[in-house]
């Protein structure tokens, strides 16, 4: 779980807000720059806000996060570089059965908040020239339409974005985007117990034009006690 403050609440009109200090250590790939000297020192948290709005035909939300890298060098100065992001995500319904989800993120130096980019570390890229981190601008993105045939089954098409910026000086078969399309079915067997099915298929661009392509099934069994 992430450590956080926050302050939060509701107007009138039905608006749901809120503002939090929480946690933050950005996602790096150090381990090929270990003979540095510099080590992350994490000093200031992450400043995120929220505001979300539900209406007739569905719900809007719109967030956002100020981040920090602070790096200590061997002679115990430390530097900081920011980073920012923004989401527009929500849910359109037409009627009781049919709906849309979409969700749109963008920013710089938030890879770790996309799951694509997720683990990879690439919020910031050292750059050996100058010896220093860099941000990455980075985007997320996927639209999604469902339907329920029933009260306890329901199905979504899925299709998703992701894209990284790239530096000159990082090497030719460094992730740049990538693509994928999904199909799920669940089914809501009894209170508490749901069985889920879901086919998708991917396909990824390195910097150097080279594509690879993967697809996966999986099922899923939970029962909640």
Known sequence: ???????????????????????????????????TGLS???????????????????????SGVITTLSIEDPNNKVTNSFGWGAQLSGTIDFTKQHKVLYQLTYGKSIAHFITTFSGTGRDFIYNPETREFEGLYSF???????????????????????????????????????????????????DGARLGLEYVYGQRWDKDGTTGNASRIWALFYYDF
Not at 10 to 22: D, M, P, Q, Y
Not at 152 to 177: C, H, M, R
């Open 1 to 35: 779980r992430t450590p956080q403050a926050r302050y939060s609440g509701t107007n009138r009109k039905g608006t749901h807000w809120a503002a939090a200090i929480e946690y933050s250590r950005p996602d790096l790939n150090t381990q090929e720059f270990d003979t």
């Open 40 to 62: 992350v020192v994490q000093v200031i948290p992450d400043f995120t806000a929220r505001i979300e709005r539900e209406g007739i035909f569905g719900a809007v939300q719109l």
């Open 140 to 190: 997320g993105g996927f639209l999604s339409y469902g339907w329920n045939w029933t009260d306890n089954i329901s199905t979504n098409v899925s299709a998703g974005y992701a894209d990284l910026s790239n530096k000159e000086y990082q090497p030719d078969n460094t992730y740049k985007n990538s693509m994928s399309f999904s199909l799920d079915s669940f089914w809501n067997i009894v």
